[in-house]
Nanobody
Framework: QVQLVESGGGLVQPGGSLRLSCAAS????????MSWYRQAPGKERELVAS????????NYVEFVEGRFAISRDNAKNTLYLQMNSLKPEDTAVYYC?????????WGQGTQVTVSS
């Protein structure tokens, strides 16, 4: 049974930091490119950052470049997103995604709220 379980979300003040984790099981994690997406209320889900299957390549969307860092530990089957200098507009549900040429898996999401 494939599972992607996100954790680490919560309420943080503007300028603060959070580290999200995504624990994967039920598939060969190291064979999958992984990504973080987010969805704010009333908006479409959008890509935040991606990382290659072996962790050697990363990509970020412009609005998080320099503030967020995606990483993975294939030995622990875990994906991470370090989020620094958080802004109120970063408030959203953050989703973990794993994909290869055959499959596309999603987690259930974790809420991140940036507010004073």
């Amino acid at each position: 049974q494939v599972q992607l379980v996100e954790s680490g979300g919560g309420l943080v003040q503007p300028g603060g930091s959070l580290r999200l984790s995504c624990a994967a099981s039920g598939f060969t994690f190291s064979n999958y490119a992984m990504s973080w997406y987010r969805q704010a209320p009333g908006k479409e889900r959008e890509l935040v950052a991606s990382i290659g299957s072996l962790g050697g390549s990363t990509n970020y969307v412009e609005f998080v470049e320099g503030r967020f860092a995606i990483s993975r530990d294939n030995a622990k089957n875990t994906l991470y997103l370090q989020m620094n200098s958080l802004k109120p507009e970063d408030t959203a549900v953050y989703y973990c995604n794993g994909r290869n040429y055959l499959h596309n898996y999603w987690g259930q999401g974790t809420q991140v709220t940036v507010s004073s």
